[in-house]
């Protein structure tokens, strides 16, 4: 979890890697698509934060591409507009944020 003033540093040729696990990522209440729910936190995650730096010549790899498949069949669900659909002027993605699976 970030925290208020403060800076995070990725090194030159330093790599933060996400883990393609769900049950490594906690959840919490956020929103997606619109509507109050259930959301798994991301790899930099914080809430009501000031003063955040994310500095350097390194890499942030959340993996995203195993995560394109659970997202696209979970927003069909939560937005009710079929897997994979979108709004009009909607791009599909909300920045760190995947909806958790409904129980």
Do not use: C
Not at 31 to 57: A, M, P, Q, V
């Amino acid at each position: 979890m970030l925290k208020s003033n403060m800076e995070f540093e990725v090194l030159s040729g330093g790599t933060l890697l996400g883990s393609p696990n769900f049950e490594d990522y906690s959840t919490m209440q956020g929103r997606w698509e619109g509507l109050e729910r259930t959301i798994f936190t991301s790899l930099l995650t914080g809430e009501g934060l000031e003063n955040i730096s994310i500095t350097g010549h390194g890499q942030l790899d959340g993996q995203g591409a195993l995560w394109l498949g659970p997202h696209t069949e979970n927003r069909g669900d939560a937005a009710g507009h079929g897997a994979g659909g979108s709004r009009a002027g909607e791009s599909g993605w909300r920045a760190f944020a995947l909806a958790a699976p409904s129980a």
